[in-house]
């Protein structure tokens, strides 16, 4: 089944971390990005957090969270992985996990993130 299943998600205190995983599965490319985008409560969904290029492992982060959160992967778990310290209660959103090449792109069912004291 092609699918993209996201975890990890929940309710954390401001400064604080959480690690996302989003498992991939039933689909195969040369070269693909997995990239995670949010939805904040009230807004479209849109803003891209962050990317990574299979295979050569480059990233790329929003400014609003370069220094915070590091996206990786785990090839032999077809698993990405997007690692956020230092949450702030602007990161509460819904997080969703991307995989995209060419004309292939496909969305997980999302994971809640809430920052809160």
């Known amino acids: 089944q092609v699918q993209l299943v996201e975890s990890g998600g929940g309710l954390v205190q401001p400064g604080g971390s959480l690690r996302l995983s989003c498992a991939a599965s039933?689909?195969?490319?040369?070269?693909?990005?997995m990239s995670w985008y949010r939805q904040a409560p009230g807004k479209e969904r849109g803003e891209l957090v962050a990317t990574i290029t299979i295979p050569d492992g480059s990233t790329n982060y929003a400014d609003s969270v370069k220094g915070r959160y590091t996206i990786s992967r785990d090839s032999a778990k077809n698993t990405v992985f997007l690692q956020m310290t230092g949450l702030k209660p602007e990161d509460r959103a819904v997080y969703y996990c991307?995989?995209?090449?060419?004309?292939?792109?496909?969305w997980g069912q999302g994971t809640q993130v809430t920052v809160s004291s």
């Open positions: 991307n995989a995209k090449a060419n004309r292939f792109d496909l």
């Open positions: 039933g689909f195969t490319f040369t070269t693909y990005r």
